[in-house]
């Protein structure tokens, strides 16, 4: 039985649809024919593939929910397309995009707004990623605190979740947000 393998579309499509030049396409392609032979990756090797970054710590709860934001369709995998998407409006989009972006990643059951359980669930994956290893040492309350006081600033009319109008407006006025917004603008 012969593996099915994905073809990505023309590399002329991505360069209009992605903030990539063409020879970044083709780098970008060939690592990750190199980690995903098939031309697709499934959550299982997304995480594999993710935890390698964070040794200290278990990345698995929050590459999950990454690979969730990163597999557009919904289809249980992320195609070369559907990640050089996601990388382009990263570390290439507008703060706008980002944003947006970012919304779907913290927005976990994408019913358009983000619970404060859902807050503290991408935000328990991000300490659990960085590990005991962090300094100074966290305590086991830092996420929930960390979400109190963040979702307490976003949550402007008081109903209980945010709208993507109220993650955006607040992410823009807060100046160590935006900051960290432009820290990967010129990785690749």
Not at 52 to 72: E, I, W
Not at 81 to 101: A, H, T
Not at 163 to 169: G, L, M, P, S, V
Request: glycine share 6%.
């Amino acid at each position: 039985m012969s593996t099915v393998r994905h073809r990505p579309e023309g590399l002329e499509q991505l360069e209009v649809q992605t903030r990539f030049s063409r020879k970044e396409l083709q780098i970008l392609y060939r690592g990750f024919k190199n980690e995903c032979p098939s031309g697709v990756v499934n959550e299982d090797t997304f995480k594999d593939i993710y935890s390698q970054f964070f040794p200290q710590g278990d990345a698995s709860t929050y590459a999950h929910f990454l690979f969730n934001a990163f597999d557009t369709d919904h289809n249980g995998s992320v195609s070369f397309e559907d990640f050089v998407m996601g990388l382009s409006i990263l570390l290439r989009g507008s703060v706008q995009e980002k944003l947006n972006w970012a919304f779907n990643l913290y927005d976990i059951n994408k019913d358009g707004y983000i619970t404060k359980e859902e807050m503290l669930d991408i935000m328990k994956a991000i300490y659990d990623m960085m590990g005991k290893c962090t300094y100074p040492i966290l305590k086991d309350e830092a996420p929930r605190q960390h979400v109190e006081i963040f979702f307490q600033k976003m949550d402007k009319n008081k109903d209980g979740v945010v709208t993507i109008d109220e993650f955006i407006d607040c992410c823009q006025n807060d100046e160590n947000i935006m900051r960290s917004m432009q820290l990967f603008e010129n990785v690749i």
